[in-house]
């Protein structure tokens, strides 16, 4: 299930509700909150749900996360595909994984919950998701939603919420959509969105360039190519590496990947480039040109899962440096996959104190 740290015994709820920082992602969802000794605690867990019956009772069971995709690939339910859930089907599921996860780590009621949210024209997948969350065991003192390229910013850029004061570009590099966005003393402006570049996307391509590399032998699916991602893809050093699948008339076949993971990875990085250039910087330059000014003198703030990919910063600095004609510097979170959860349970540790 979870992969992170193993969970607490107990929540100190004397000194007030407890804080909780939430990130339910379309691949992955993160929770942080305070752990026994005062320090945080994180679960990230695949944001997905598989249902079976027990075979003595006939009721029915509910397994989420990665041993729901590891024991039932064949009819686990990612729900939050597109990002938030669309429709009242996907909301009910989203609110079943929401609801066991929070069960499975005790997390208690009196509790001030902050979420952070993408950055999308969708107004009822919002309030579905808003649904979800208001409607969960926790969050009994409070719930209130950031968007998460803020949240993912604030554990990038100081030990305490230092963000917020600050003028500086946030970009996050997600699934679903690229989200760039200006802020000002925690005010966006000119907040851009774009489905040209997804990391969604990049595992479609993985998908279809090891079909290609190897010559129609190979097929896998978009979990295999996330994982191939994951797990190989490095812009500074990456190593050619090989796999094994069955044949259908019995036997293996041994193959080797050599360009099908950072050939998708380097066209998603000047889609990336090309659309913060052309799209998001124009824009922020034309409606706000001295926040524009003071932001690019200070380094960019990548957030999201995409990030995590070594040597994505560096060679986002150098690209987007060429593409504008003038030095750039970016910046991430230690663990950019969790900053999002890590910089909303902050927010929810300050509004807390202040209940």
């Given amino acids: ?18 804080p909780i920082g ?18 945080v605690e994180t679960v990230r867990t695949l944001t997905c749900l598989a249902t079976y019956e027990d075979a003595l009772t006939g009721d029915e069971r509910v397994l989420y996360g990665e041993e729901a995709a590891r024991q039932y690939p064949d009819r686990v339910q990612f729900m939050l595909r597109s990002g938030l859930p669309e429709d009242a089907d996907r909301a009910e ?40 969350i208001e409607g969960s065991s926790i969050g009994g003192a409070l719930v209130r939603s950031f968007p998460e390229s803020l949240c993912g910013a604030i554990p990038a850029m100081g030990d305490d919420l230092e963000a917020v004061d600050e003028i ?15 802020y000002r003393h925690g005010e966006q402006l000119s907040p851009f969105v774009s489905g040209a570049a997804t990391g969604n996307e990049v595992d479609r391509q993985i998908a279809n360039a090891v079909e290609e590399e190897t010559q129609g032998r190979v097929n896998i699916d978009r979990t295999t190519a996330r994982e191939y991602k994951e797990e ?20 293996s076949h041994e193959f080797t990947i050599e360009r099908s993971v950072m050939e998708p990875l380097d066209d998603y990085l000047d889609q990336v480039v090309d659309e913060l ?13 001295k926040p524009y000014q003071l932001a690019l003198s200070r380094p960019i703030v990548l957030t999201g899962g995409m990030t995590c990919i070594p040597g994505l910063v560096e060679e986002f600095e150098t690209r987007l440096s ?7 510097d970016a910046t991430t979170a230690e663990r950019p996959d969790l900053a999002a959860a890590e910089g909303a349970y902050r927010i929810a540790g300050q509004l807390a104190r202040n209940l």
């Fill in 232 to 251: 190989h893809a490095d812009f500074n050093s990456f190593e050619a590496f090989t796999d094994i699948i069955q044949q259908p008339g019995g036997g």
């Fill in 93 to 132: 599921l989203t609110k079943q994984f929401f609801e066991e996860l929070c069960r499975s780590r005790d997390l208690p009621e009196d509790s001030a919950v902050v979420y952070a949210i993408p950055t999308i024209d969708n107004a009822r997948g919002l309030s579905n998701l808003n649904d979800v």
């Fill in 22 to 39: 939430v990130k339910l992602g379309s691949t992955r969802t993160v929770l942080a909150y305070p752990d026994e000794d005062g320090g």
């Fill in 277 to 289: 250039a052309n799209n998001f910087l124009s824009e922020l330059a034309n409606t706000h040109m």
């Fill in 322 to 328: 060429e593409e504008l004609g003038r030095d750039i």
């Fill in 1 to 18: 299930m979870p992969e992170e740290s193993e969970q607490s015994d107990a929540f100190d709820t004397e000194s007030g509700p407890v």
């Fill in 168 to 182: 500086f570009i946030s970009v996050n590099l997600g699934s679903t959509n690229l989200e760039a966005c200006a």
